[in-house]
């Protein structure tokens, strides 16, 4: 069995997902994107949205789901108690640039007023401090970081059975350092629209530990080959010997499905995205029904 290598996945976070595929010019799902880049006093905010054209049948209930991925990550930026920062759009529901507009100024609104009051908490703290001068103080203050978000939602890979987008935002509120969050690569069933859940079956995960170490052996390894499958849990933030399945759902390309594991998810922040493909035939025995469907995988 070989495991497609981490250098067939784009390495930089904005486009890791970016893995081609052979469309159906005949069963296209259309669609239209909306690009901004807008900058406030504290805050840049980046929107890139690809929604479907029609508002109706299969098409419509993708459109409809996307929107809510929309909703659910920027309506809850940096809100660590889980509490909505702005309501739902509840505008005309058929316009598309009316929509992302919506969400684009909303962000940007509740963004600068968190980073706001980041700043002034900053600047109370530095102004108490008797160690630094008035010179040092207002040098600190000017370089006091901005808050950023790149929020993107766009298609990354369609065949004429299923269609999949790519949810992955960069976010930063001012602490170390960024990080990319988002939803992952979600894949809808082009016969009625539902987003797909669940490709692995739910008692695959001891069964398919040596594909899952030989993907993340092969993504970790250097030019020297350093780690190995003897080794692997060295380098792994883990509680016990069993590697789990990433947060986010696999997601199908040409080849096979492609895991992809959150920074921090499973190792340290320096080891990135881990993320490698699993071929479709590997994955045979463990694919649920639907998604041997979807696959047409026989």
């Known amino acids: 069995?070989?495991?497609?290598?981490?250098?067939?996945?784009?390495?930089?976070?904005?486009?890791?997902?970016?893995?081609?595929?052979?469309?159906?010019?005949?069963?296209?799902?259309?669609t239209e994107t909306f690009t901004f880049d807008d900058s406030a006093k504290y805050t840049d905010v980046s929107v890139n949205v690809e929604l479907?054209?029609?508002?109706?049948?299969?098409?419509?209930?993708i459109r409809k789901g996307l929107i809510e991925i929309m909703d659910s990550q920027l309506a809850f930026i940096g809100s660590y108690e889980g509490e909505r920062l702005f309501e739902p759009y509840d505008g005309n529901?058929?316009?598309?640039?009316?929509?992302?507009?919506?969400?684009?100024?909303k962000a940007i609104e509740v963004m600068d007023a968190n980073a706001a009051e980041d700043y002034e908490n900053r600047a109370s703290y530095?102004?108490?401090?008797?160690?630094?001068?008035?010179?040092?103080?207002?040098?600190?203050?000017?370089?006091?970081?901005?808050?950023?978000?790149?929020?993107?939602?766009?298609?990354?890979?369609?065949?004429?059975?299923?269609?999949?987008?790519?949810?992955?935002?960069y976010v930063y509120l001012g602490g170390a350092h960024g990080g990319v969050i988002g939803q992952g690569s979600p894949t809808f069933d082009k016969k009625d629209g539902h987003r797909v859940e669940q490709?692995?079956?739910?008692?695959?995960?001891?069964?398919?530990?040596?594909?899952?170490?030989?993907?993340?052996?092969?993504y970790l390894s250097d030019d020297e080959g350093s780690v190995s499958a003897e080794n692997l849990r060295d380098y792994l933030f883990l509680d016990d010997e069993t590697i789990p399945f990433p947060v986010w759902t696999p997601h199908p390309t040409e080849e096979g499905l492609c895991f992809v594991y959150q920074q921090y998810e499973i190792a340290?922040?320096?080891?990135?995205?881990?993320?490698?493909?699993?071929?479709?035939?590997?994955?045979?025995?463990?694919l649920t029904p639907e998604a041997a469907d979807l696959l047409n995988i026989k």
């Open 93 to 105: 529901p058929d316009d598309n640039a009316a929509v992302v507009d919506y969400y684009r100024r």
């Open 52 to 61: 479907p054209t029609s508002v109706k049948g299969v098409s419509g209930v």
């Open 126 to 169: 530095i102004m108490e401090d008797e160690d630094l001068s008035e010179e040092q103080k207002k040098d600190i203050l000017a370089d006091t970081p901005r808050w950023e978000y790149d929020f993107n939602l766009e298609k990354q890979y369609e065949t004429d059975r299923f269609v999949v987008f790519n949810s992955t935002d």
């Open 199 to 218: 490709f692995i079956k739910g008692d695959a995960l001891v069964p398919m530990q040596s594909l899952l170490v030989a993907g993340l052996v092969d």
């Open 1 to 30: 069995m070989r495991i497609i290598s981490k250098s067939a996945i784009v390495a930089a976070a904005a486009a890791l997902f970016a893995l081609s595929g052979c469309n159906n010019s005949n069963k296209t799902l259309k």
């Open 268 to 286: 340290a922040y320096a080891m990135g995205m881990p993320s490698f493909i699993i071929p479709y035939d590997a994955l045979k025995p463990y």
